[in-house]
């Protein structure tokens, strides 16, 4: 993501500012701790061993009206954006610096400029386009370890035009990596991924709950640190003065996701499950109602993709007159709707109410809920549920399609529902480098 900087600011369109930084101070603070899939030191080594980019001068590389190779280096320009799967920025070409050293355009960009052609014709044939990041890149927030790096194959999703801040056409250009499912390049996630799989974390297979050991275990693998938390399974809880410095580094994400989802008032996290999924490993629908919980659930998803889905719980789905909730996406929904109003305006009595939705339940012939949300969660996602409803009304499942996934939830655990003697296992406190900021 990009960075949040406090440095000199230029004006952007409408008077807004962007802050910039400064030449001298291109690097960011936080270093990249894993090597590019391909790099060089020199622009002339970098077009020597890239066929797809022999440009030794400007930001692209294009050959018979097609762009194969796109260079973000220095200044994108206004409002531009680099996270693990976005980049936007500006098109480059036609630009000079101005007095200040800030890169400015000078010359009006069309569909007939040339880079903006390459762009539009790789953007309709589907062409993937490299990209490559230079570390005098302004707006990546890592000190990237060569001067020219190779993120990845993006594919050109739209180019458009704005008004720049000296009333010039600028062309821009948005793309999208193509292979969602193998993790980016400069990428935090990467790290704490990599590390999860060479400590010993104590991830373990626990017997379902009402079964004895030997008769049915799960099939996915958990531990739980912190205040002790029990679902479909009994989980030991280790303390947080146990846990890996991994564990904290993710529940320090985690903290920051509940705090930006919630405001202020988010109970801060104090249990923290890992759950470590193989291929084709799932856990089927359940919610996270239990009484013992705070509001808020948040979830750290690393490795390979999942798919998340969401539905209705039966009991509120099939209804009847006793659970009294009319839901959007329940079975007869605007008849239950109109009835309920009925009821609560006199026009039918207790017996009545029952009776006709009784009449209604009759009818139904699907036994579960269709899928309301279907949320798909690539490496280094994170979820954040929020509100006892939720739980209530809804349950939710997440299937693994990959062949390692970990997953990693935050929850506050009421102090009241934990045994005296367990209370110390859910203290902690954060080390300076722990502490995320979405950065």
Not at 21 to 27: K, L, M, V
């Amino acid at each position: 993501m990009p960075k949040k900087r406090t440095c000199s600011e230029n004006m952007q369109d409408g008077g807004t500012r962007k802050p910039r930084i400064e030449q001298n101070d291109t690097a960011g603070d936080e270093e990249a701790r894993n090597q590019p899939p391909a790099w060089a030191d020199s622009r002339h080594s970098l077009c020597s061993a890239l066929p797809w980019f022999r440009s030794v001068q400007g930001g692209s590389y294009q050959s018979n009206k097609l762009c194969y190779g796109f260079l973000l280096d220095r200044d994108g320009g206004p409002r531009d954006y680099l996270d693990d799967e976005i980049v936007i920025t500006r098109v480059g070409g036609d630009c000079k610096l101005d007095a200040d050293g800030n890169l400015k355009q000078h010359r009006n960009q069309d569909e007939n400029t040339r880079v903006v052609e390459s762009l539009r014709e790789s953007m309709q044939s589907g062409l993937a386009v490299g990209l490559i990041i230079g570390n005098k890149n302004t707006t990546i927030a890592r000190k990237l370890p060569h001067r020219f790096n190779v993120m990845a194959w993006f594919r050109v999703v739209d180019v458009w035009f704005e008004k720049t801040s000296n009333n010039k056409t600028g062309a821009r250009v948005r793309f999208q990596k193509l292979d969602l499912e193998q993790p980016s390049w400069p990428n935090g996630p990467n790290e704490l991924f990599k590390r999860l799989q060479e400590v010993d974390l104590g991830l373990r297979r626990y017997p379902v709950r009402g079964q004895s050991a030997d008769e049915m275990l799960t099939a996915h693998f958990a531990v739980n640190f912190g205040m002790p938390y029990k679902y479909v399974v009994s989980v030991d809880s280790k303390g947080f003065d146990e846990a890996p410095v991994e564990i904290m580094f993710a529940l320090g994400r985690l903290d920051w996701a509940t705090r930006e989802a919630v405001g202020a008032g988010a109970r801060k996290p104090n249990e923290l499950l890992t759950v470590g999924y193989f291929q084709d490993m799932s856990m089927g629908f359940h919610d996270d109602g239990e009484d013992s919980l705070g509001p808020t659930i948040a979830t750290l998803s690393l490795g390979s993709q999942a798919t998340m889905r969401f539905r209705l719980k039966k009991k509120y789905y099939n209804g009847n007159a006793a659970n009294a909730a009319v839901l959007p996406g329940c079975e007869f929904f605007e008849e239950r709707k109109e009835l309920k109003e009925q009821h609560e305006n006199g026009e039918l009595d207790d017996a009545e109410y029952v009776n006709k939705c009784m009449e209604l339940t009759s009818d139904i012939t699907r036994r579960e809920a269709k899928d309301m949300i279907a949320l798909e969660l690539h490496h280094g996602d994170m979820v954040v549920m929020h509100g006892s409803l939720l739980q209530k009304y809804y349950e939710h499942s997440i299937a693994s399609e990959g062949k390692l996934r970990y997953a990693l939830t935050a929850r506050h655990v009421l102090e009241e529902k934990v045994e005296l003697k367990e209370r110390a296992k859910g203290q902690l406190k954060f080390t300076a480098d722990q502490i995320y900021d979405g950065e």
